[in-house]
């Protein structure tokens, strides 16, 4: 079985500042690892992958994550931020194919000015 | 243009109707979801349809029983509404491989129903 966890429910931080969202996971194979952005009323929208190959990966809005295997984690980045990324971000696991994708319980990324 | 499409966009109903929620994808993809995302966010698959074929089935009650007429639709029927079905659904697709590697393992997300029992 596959799971995974976000250590931060909510993460307040100044327009600007730099952010790191925290995912842990925990399987017995190999996996591939996602992040998610939510907006208010809206679906997920895919911000980035890792399937294989380089550990860091970059996606879109200047977000960055780095897989570290030997700590299973995948955490979020992002330099700088902006009031439009207020939103949940949820971290999720696969073991690809047509295996099911589990989402941790998101976190709340809130922007303040 | 719409790549996933659920209708309807709000549900507000009384405990023990019957409803259905329908989804479009017209992406050309191979695979398609039923997520159920409750008042905490928190989001669980439901089903699975592969090319109309159903390869998940999580723990879900018999009240909810998903069709795929085609492979870009799935539809999620829902009998004898309980309070506790009160939530988001929320529809998705993915490609299979052989549809772009770049698109591998990505999954669509509608923009969600929400559904209220009264």
């Known amino acids: 079985a596959q799971s995974v966890t976000q250590l931060d429910s909510q993460v307040p931080v100044f327009e600007e500042a730099p952010v790191e969202l925290r995912c842990n996971y925990s399987s017995s194979v190999s996996v591939y690892l996602f992040w998610y952005v939510q907006y208010p009323n809206q679906g997920l929208q895919l911000l980035l992958k890792y399937l294989s190959g380089s550990t860091l990966v970059k996606g879109i809005n200047g977000f960055e994550a780095e897989f570290n295997k030997s700590q299973t984690s995948f955490h979020l980045r992002k330099p700088s931020v902006h009031i439009s990324d207020t939103a949940e971000y949820f971290c999720a696991v696969s073991r690809g194919g047509y295996q099911k994708v589990t989402f941790g319980i998101g976190t709340k990324l809130q922007v303040i000015p | 243009d719409t790549a996933v499409s659920q209708t309807p966009k709000y549900l507000v109903t009384q405990m023990g109707n019957d409803k259905s929620i329908k989804c479009e994808q017209n992406?050309?993809?191979?695979?398609m979801y039923w997520y159920k995302q409750d008042s905490k966010k928190f989001l669980k698959i439901m089903f699975s349809?592969?090319?109309?074929?159903?390869?998940i089935n999580e723990t879900v009650p018999n009240r909810f029983s998903p069709k795929s007429p085609d492979k870009a639709h799935l539809n999620l029927h829902i009998n004898s509404l309980e309070l506790g079905d009160s939530a988001v659904y929320f529809c998705?697709?993915?490609?299979?491989?052989?549809?772009?590697?770049?698109?591998?393992?990505?999954?669509?997300f509608g923009p969600g129903t929400r559904l209220l029992v009264l």
């Open positions: 349809y592969n090319n109309k074929e159903l390869i």
């Open positions: 998705a697709s993915s490609p299979s491989v052989g549809q772009g590697i770049q698109y591998q393992e990505t999954q669509y």
């Open positions: 992406l050309g993809h191979d695979t």
